[in-house]
C-alpha cells in the first residue's frame, strides 16, 4: 500500500471518530471482488490507491471523511476501473 498520510480520522455511520485506515478500505474492496469472482488482490491495492488519491484531490487535509464519501468514491473507482459487479455488490 502506498504510504502517503493525508486524513487523521474518519467518521463512522453512528458518528464516532476512529483513526483512517487505508488498509480497512483495500479489505473492503478485496473483500467485494471475492464475493463477486472479480478481480484480485492486486486489483483491490490498485483500486483503494486510487480512492486515496481521489480523496485527497477532493478533500483537504484537515476534512474528517464520512464513510460514506469513502463508499461513493470507491463506487466510482469500481465503475471507472471496470469492475462493474463489484460496484454494484
Do not use: C, W
Not at 471518530?17 to 474492496?29: E, G, K, M, N, P
Not at 472479480?38 to 490507491?49: L, T, Y
Amino acid at each position: 500500500m502506498t504510504n502517503i498520510k493525508h486524513f487523521e480520522q474518519v467518521r463512522k455511520r453512528d458518528g464516532r471518530l476512529v483513526a483512517y485506515d487505508q488498509d480497512r478500505i483495500t479489505s473492503a474492496i478485496s473483500r467485494a471482488m471475492a464475493a463477486t469472482k472479480e478481480g484480485s488482490a492486486e486489483s483491490a491495492e490498485k483500486v483503494s490507491e486510487q480512492v486515496l488519491v481521489t480523496l485527497m484531490k477532493k478533500y483537504p487535509k484537515e476534512h474528517v471523511p464520512a464513510i460514506e464519501e469513502i463508499q461513493d468514491v470507491v463506487e466510482t473507482q469500481l465503475v471507472l476501473m471496470d469492475f462493474q459487479k463489484t460496484a454494484k455488490a
